[in-house]
T-cell receptor, first 112, second 115 residues
């Protein structure tokens, strides 16, 4: 049973546009939600993370919006650039704190 | 400083053979994780080590999979009698402690192909 659902599977955005990726989770005991960026042939790299006591977190062009009551969170990439083209994964830390549960990923292509 | 190092970067083997994958965590990181990433999929948790505590093996898909870690250093993931469905990228991550205050840092993985 998939506990973190991510959408869309793929996304094409014009340079300078806003990229939005959405995730939903099921277990209300999750309390840490990171986003990872992965380039081909590389391991995932932490982009930004949020805890459920905060509704929004911004780091540069990247913003996480968090809706605890809806059990949803999203990543917004402002002023998207071709260098942002990568696969993005949302995740949630399991209740025991021993593992991240990942969404299936979103492949983002930013056209120049 | 050095990141998480995994070896080999690529491994091709025949069905039925055993394989051993290695992970060198970031120095000082007490927590170590193994994940599997099938083509076009998200990462699946396999196993977690934290210091001298008993590992969390809840993600291992079958008894053909096992992992060891010596103290707070190198870890090896062993797959016995490999099957074609074992083909995937195996990723290792480490962190200072196994909680949300310390992010997991990933290596670039071992791409395993079973013929």
């Amino acid at each position: 049973q998939q506990q973190v659902k991510q959408s869309p599977q793929s996304l094409i955005v014009q340079k300078g546009g806003i990229s939005i990726i959405n995730c939903a989770y099921e277990n209300t005991a999750f309390d840490y939600f990171p986003w990872y960026q992965q380039f081909p042939g590389k391991g995932p790299a932490l982009l930004i993370a949020i805890r459920p006591d905060v509704s929004e977190k911004k780091e540069g062009r990247f913003t996480i919006s968090f809706n605890k009551s809806a059990k949803q969170f999203s990543l917004h990439i402002m002023d998207s650039q071709p260098g942002d083209s990568a696969t993005y994964f949302c995740a949630a830390l399991n209740q025991a704190g021993t593992a991240l549960i990942f969404g299936k990923g979103t492949t983002l292509s930013v056209s120049s | 400083g050095a990141g998480v190092s995994q070896s080999p970067s690529n491994k091709v083997t025949e069905k039925g053979k055993d394989v051993e994958l290695r992970c060198d965590p970031i120095s000082g990181h007490t927590a170590l994780y193994w994940y599997r990433q099938r083509l076009g999929q998200g990462l699946e948790f396999l196993i977690y080590f934290q210091g001298n505590s008993a590992p969390d093996k809840s993600g291992l898909p079958s008894d053909r999979f096992s992992a060891e870690r010596t103290g707070e250093s190198v870890s090896t993931l062993t797959i016995q009698r490999t099957q074609q469905e074992d083909s995937a990228v195996y990723l290792c991550a480490s962190s200072f402690v196994g909680d949300s205050n310390q992010p997991q840092h990933f290596g670039d993985g071992t791409r395993l192909s079973i013929l």
